[in-house]
């Protein structure tokens, strides 16, 4: 089965229009396109969404992007019901059928008679349907389930499998589905038969546009505080469904639920919940902890965090920074044929030390031919990347032969072999050229297209959520009042994240105000996989974030004894890790250098990442006490760390004056001049000095 590109699930609604506000009881759609989530699409009515869907089906279409498409509402009725209405068991039939007998507007659809009417031609009046939203009474159809009576089975086989889904004969009141089954199937007809769209159970899902029935309470988990259920559910299910492996969506899809349909996933949901999520109390510290030294505070992170994005297929050229999501293996070896490394003569054979005369054969060997046949005893004219003839082991330099008189001539010795590159010398086939968590760089490109690999398994970009918070800053740009700072944290932890090659996601700044960063939260923590903050983070009266997230009972505030930096805040928000970085635009940098990256790799599926330092003279003095340890902002010059002249924590020039930091480790150390201490240049933390 082929993959898709994109997802996008769809929570329909068969209520009036709800107006132009995004609100419940309308119509939601969540979209994850190559592995990355877009924001939920609201639709306030089925015209809409009916306008909505083949606009998007036709872009996806042209950018030549294969859709799986979800709807929450059953695709098929219980067994018979089909028959009895159409003739015919086909349930596509009994879509055709409802596509010709709803009549749907903004304000108002004819489902509550039509289900009466159908009651009245198949079941006596008293059933299947139940349940009348309406004022005025209707034929056939009873408000309460009082003298109801179905020749129909209730339930469908997978709604019997299904706890706690509502059968599609009642056709309103909390949680029902009838109504969607009706104002749906038109809609999803007319889509089938415009697009060529396939239909799952009832067609192989073959086509480039294809519908699943899906029913997100099956494996999305309550909604965070603020973010509408269904946006959240629908943007989950898309998100679930994206991160599922190609061979695990073909086993979810093999079901056979001919004339009922199934709903997606029944059975799968443990798989389907997938990406295991954090636990809420990975952060937690061990008790009665005071100051954690640097490398415990690492080892816990290192141990407690795992990948928490998804997965998809992207072409060689769409890989480059992204990190393999499996192990990928060489399709051909390299090189496939022995070939030579020079322009020369090829022959059999080394020779020994003295004069050599071969004939020369008739025609050469260039790169790209296909191997020749050389007849023994003979020479022939090879050039650099062409596959031995048949009949060649050994080749010489041009510059060393005489070709005279359809001869070559030359002096030995040769040693068997030269100048030749054996078959999968440099890979075999089916060797792991590239691994699980490899952020894939340029030279890994070429790695993969030599043996023949097109596509790689990679993890979506890690979508990273930067925010400030504090009363005090203001916009660079903007006015600033005494008392205030700009905002310098925000840009540059969003550089950051770049270049570490996550997707930096502004969430802007936040006051110094736990309401309004309860509400930031709740949002963010439904767009990114991960936040970061800064300020805020320690336990006095104005520290929000740290305050938040103990009350969200899930944060601890690690005092890690290093300088610079003030506690971190972490937590989890919703599902979402927190890192709360001291305000400090030093401590907030080092913080991130040292602490954020490497957790942030974990996340993004990549292995935990130490960076390399050197030992290199020191061109400063310096004592330092036992207890911590200590990075300071430092460069190379002339083979020896220069630091910065001032260790003040605000001294951001500093920052852009380094190109790396010094590490000094926690005892104390008098340093003076040519010391050798450790340096670790900016690019071992994988962005740019
Ligand atoms: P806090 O951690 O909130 O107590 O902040 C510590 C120091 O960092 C204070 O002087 C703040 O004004 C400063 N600060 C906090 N956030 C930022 C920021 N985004 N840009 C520049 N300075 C900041
Ligand atoms: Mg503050």
């Not at 009549?103 to 349940?131: H, S």
């Not at 073959?206 to 946006?231: H, M, Q, R, Y």
Request: some cysteine; glycine content about 12%.
């Amino acid at each position: 089965m082929k993959g898709f590109d994109t997802i996008v699930m769809v929570d329909w609604s068969s209520g009036n229009d709800t107006g132009p506000t995004p609100r419940k009881d309308a119509i939601w759609a969540g979209i994850n396109r190559g592995g990355t989530a877009e924001d939920p699409v609201y639709l306030r009515n089925r015209q809409e969404a009916e306008r909505w869907l083949p606009d998007l089906f036709e872009a996806e279409h042209s950018a030549g992007r294969r859709v799986l498409a979800g709807f929450d509402f059953p695709f098929g009725y219980p067994k018979g019901f089909a028959k009895a209405l159409t003739g015919s068991a086909d349930p596509l039939g009994l879509w055709d059928w409802f596509e010709k007998f709803v009549e749907d507007t903004p304000r108002q659809n004819n489902r509550f008679d039509l289900a009466g009417q159908i009651n009245l031609d198949i079941g006596d009046g008293k059933g299947p349907f139940w349940f009348n939203g309406l004022q005025r009474d209707i034929n056939g159809l009873s408000r309460t389930k009082d003298s109801y009576a179905n020749p129909f089975p209730e339930k469908r086989q997978s709604e019997a499998q299904a706890k706690g889904a509502f059968t599609c004969w009642q056709m309103g009141g909390a949680g029902a589905v009838g109504g969607q089954v009706f104002t749906g199937l038109p809609v999803l007809a007319r889509l089938r038969k415009r697009f060529e769209a396939t239909v799952w159970p009832f067609e192989p899902l073959d086509g480039d546009l294809c519908f699943v029935e899906i029913w997100p309470s099956l494996t999305v988990g309550p909604n965070p505080e603020e973010v509408i259920k269904d946006a959240w559910q629908v943007s989950e299910v898309a998100r679930q469904i994206a991160a599922l492996k190609v061979e695990e969506l073909a086993e979810i899809l093999a079901v056979d639920a001919a004339e009922e349909g199934w709903i997606f996933g029944l059975g799968h949901e443990a798989r389907i919940k997938g990406v295991p999520p954090l636990r809420n109390d990975c952060f937690a510290l061990p008790p009665g902890v005071h100051w954690t030294p640097v490398d415990e505070a690492l080892g816990m992170l290192q141990e407690r965090l795992s990948p928490v994005t998804t997965t998809c297929r992207a072409a060689l050229k769409d890989a480059l920074g992204r990190v393999a999501a499996e192990d990928v293996a060489a399709r051909r070896s390299n090189p496939p044929l022995p070939n030579t490394a020079v322009d020369g003569y090829g022959f059999a054979g080394g020779r020994p030390a003295g004069q050599h005369t071969l004939p020369l054969a008739q025609g050469r060997a260039a790169a790209g031919d296909a191997p020749a046949v050389l007849p023994e005893g003979q020479a022939i004219r090879v050039l650099t990347g062409a596959a031995l003839p048949a009949g060649v082991d050994t080749v010489i330099l041009q510059e060393d032969v005489i070709v005279e008189a359809g001869t070559v001539r030359f002096s030995g010795p040769v040693k068997a072999g030269a100048n030749t590159r054996k078959a999968g010398e440099d890979i075999t086939e089916g060797e792991v050229i590239v691994s699980q968590g490899r952020i894939i760089r340029a030279a890994d490109l070429a790695l993969m297209a030599a043996t023949g690999v097109s596509e790689v398994t990679v993890r979506a970009p890690l979508r990273v959520g930067i925010l400030s918070t504090g009363d005090e800053l203001v916009e660079a740009g903007e006015v600033a009042a005494d008392g205030q700072i700009f905002d310098a944290n925000r840009p540059m932890l969003l550089g950051l994240m770049e270049q570490l090659g996550h997707e930096a996601v502004d969430l802007g700044r936040a006051p110094d105000n736990r309401d309004a960063l309860r509400g930031i939260l709740n949002k963010a923590s439904a767009r990114v996989d991960v936040i970061l903050t800064s300020g805020g983070a320690s336990a006095g009266d104005e520290d929000h974030v740290s305050a938040l997230l103990s009350e969200a009972g899930a944060m601890d505030l690690w005092r890690i004894a290093v300088k610079p930096g003030r506690p971190l805040a972490l937590g989890m928000w919703a599902g979402t890790p927190v890192f709360g970085l001291p305000g400090n635009p030093v401590a907030a940098m080092v913080c991130t250098l040292i602490f954020a990256r490497p957790a942030l790799a974990v996340l993004a599926g990549a292995p935990w990442q130490k960076p390399q330092g050197f030992d290199v003279p020191a061109a400063f003095s310096k004592s330092k006490k036992a207890g911590r340890r200590e990075y300071l902002r430092a460069r190379i010059r002339d083979g020896r760390a220069e630091v910065f002249a001032s260790e003040g924590s605000g001294r951001i020039s500093g920052l852009s004056w380094a190109e790396g930091l010094v590490e000094l480790p926690e005892p104390a150390m008098q340093i003076t001049d040519g010391d050798r201490v450790r340096f670790i240049p900016y690019g071992s933390f994988g962005i740019k000095a």
